[in-house]
């Protein structure tokens, strides 16, 4: 298995191998990297993962994707990644909260955010590719962040070997706690450094620095090379599959499902990485129903799916459910290249580029619906669901969360369909606490990071995450702030 970009058309397209595609991130054309066939899981083979745990699940799954990588190094990567004292409790447990609602807790990782289930191993397969090419620099991460990413990418990459990694955050677009938890990071490879301007100027900048070729050589010179943690990467996409394949082994496990029988999933989407790894493991022959899209009010892709019209020019809505906050949802490209193949894909992305907006050919959109729906949730809404499921279910959701939960419910209104649903749950609601007690209508009147986890948690009796409650003890060890022009200066230790 190779790897193409989605947007090469040509008769040949060229293929690079998957650590090929790990270390490039972006395809030279501008595209994204796809395996030229996706891998079959027979019933036999999902059967055979029953027994596995999380870790031996996700050696078993990546080696498929990644047949360059040795497969005793995958199980290393895989065992170390998600152990017990990075994931207490296990990876990716399932929690069924309401009648045939199954919640999947992406969020017991260090950061408590699902970016960290691909971001704990990803370092890790970057590293191997680093070294299977033969390549003798090392690599420096550059990321922009407005809070969850910036803290996931340090906590994966912190001590990786031949890697380090700088991190940028808007002075004043993060919360407290998550600007807590960026400057406190321990590591011997990282640093953290804030800039003065928004998500944009930070974001903008580390753009410039990547397309700087006098930058590139002082960096050559010095040993090293820029290279970046974004969700475009195959690396953080491959493991994403692997909880989903997971999910449905537990349902059978568990005796919820009989081998062979369908689940449906429902997904908190933003960037379409999340959905899109479910999407796969539906194309690998994992019996998935239908995969519900879940939108906040910025709801590009519900109405994509509803009029075929993808159409980024419109106004932008900060929510309580910042990471899905996106009008280019990224990922959405490799849909379109699995349903109708790089020339039209090449087409409506130039069409984005150009116009902020394209109409997808019908053909794909037939496709596309007979795969997913699309559901819209407001402020209100989502609101609504953290209320009314810790009322019924004494059940506590983060806003994300609460996106998916609120497209479920109108999902099975619509169509009855009582079928099994796996929710993807993203954060921990401790992330987003100050929302989370307003939606319960027990607002705070404090922003001390320490102050809102002891409120949220005197209202719900729900444990605070670890991790977190560390956070407040640990000593803040970045305090710098730059100017935007002073971003680069920061890189070469000036
Ligand atoms: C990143 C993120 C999402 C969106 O995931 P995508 O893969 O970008 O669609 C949803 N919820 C949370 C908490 C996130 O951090």
Redesign the pocket.
């Known amino acids: 298995m190779k790897y193409v970009s989605t947007r090469d058309a040509s008769a040949a397209p060229r293929a690079v191998s998957s650590a090929e595609a790990i270390l490039r991130g972006l395809a030279p054309d501008g595209g994204l990297y796809m395996p030229t066939e996706i891998p079959r899981l027979t019933d036999a083979e999902l059967t055979a993962l029953l027994p596995l745990s999380y870790a031996e699940r996700a050696a078993e799954i990546l080696s498929r994707f990644l047949p360059d990588y040795d497969r005793a190094a995958l199980s290393d990567d895989c065992a170390v990644s998600y152990a017990d004292d990075r994931f207490p409790g296990g990876a990716a447990p399932l929690l069924e909260f309401e009648r045939g609602v199954h919640a999947l807790e992406l969020w017991h990782g260090p950061t408590c955010?699902?970016?960290d289930m691909a971001l704990q191993i990803m370092p890790r397969l970057l590293s191997r590719a680093l070294s299977m090419s033969g390549e003798r620099r090392q690599a420096h991460i550059l990321v922009a962040t407005s809070g969850?990413?910036g803290k996931a990418a340090l906590e994966g990459y912190r001590d990786v070997p031949g890697v380090r990694i700088t991190v940028f955050y808007p002075l004043d677009g993060v919360s407290p706690m998550q600007k807590r938890q960026m400057t406190t990071q321990p590591g011997g490879n990282v640093n953290v450094c804030a800039v003065r301007g928004n998500f944009d100027d930070a974001q903008n900048g580390v753009k410039a620095i990547f397309a700087d070729g006098a930058l590139a050589r002082r960096a050559d010179e010095a040993g090293f090379f820029f290279s970046s943690a974004n969700?475009i990467n195959w690396g953080r996409l491959a493991p994403q599959i692997v909880y989903y394949v997971s999910a449905y082994c537990d349902l059978v496990r568990g005796g919820t499902l009989k081998m062979g029988e369908k689940m449906n999933v429902a997904?908190?989407?933003?960037?379409?990485?999340?959905?899109f790894a479910a999407c796969v493991a539906r194309a690998m022959g994992v019996p998935i129903g239908r995969l519900l899209c879940a939108s906040n009010a910025n709801c590009v892709l519900t109405d994509f799916i509803r009029t075929c019209v993808y159409d980024r020019r419109r106004v932008f809505y900060k929510t309580m459910?910042p990471?899905?906050d996106?009008l280019i949802?990224s990922?959405l490209e490799r849909l379109l290249w699995l349903l109708g193949g790089p020339s039209q894909t090449a087409l409506c992305m130039q069409a984005l580029a150009r116009d902020g907006v394209y109409t997808a050919p019908e053909t794909t959109m037939t496709s596309l619906r007979r795969l997913f729906s699309g559901y819209t949730a407001s402020e209100a809404e989502t609101a609504e669901t953290i209320r009314s499921t810790w009322e019924r279910a004494q059940y506590l959701i983060?806003p994300?969360t609460a996106v998916g939960l609120c497209a479920v419910r109108q999902y099975r209104a619509e169509t009855g369909d009582e079928r099994p649903v796996v929710l993807a749950s993203?954060?921990s609601p401790y992330?987003f606490t100050a929302d989370v007690l307003a939606s319960l209508g027990r607002p705070a009147v404090t922003d001390d990071p320490a102050a809102l986890l002891d409120a949220l948690h005197k209202v719900s009796g729900t444990p605070i995450p670890a991790p977190l409650e560390r956070t407040l003890t640990l000593p803040i060890r970045f305090t710098r702030a730059v100017e935007k022009e002073e971003m680069a200066g920061v890189l070469f230790g000036n």
């Open positions: 955010a699902f970016k969850d990413t969700s997904v908190p989407t933003g960037n379409f990485g999340n959905i459910s990471s899905m996106i949802s990922n983060d994300h993203t954060a992330k």
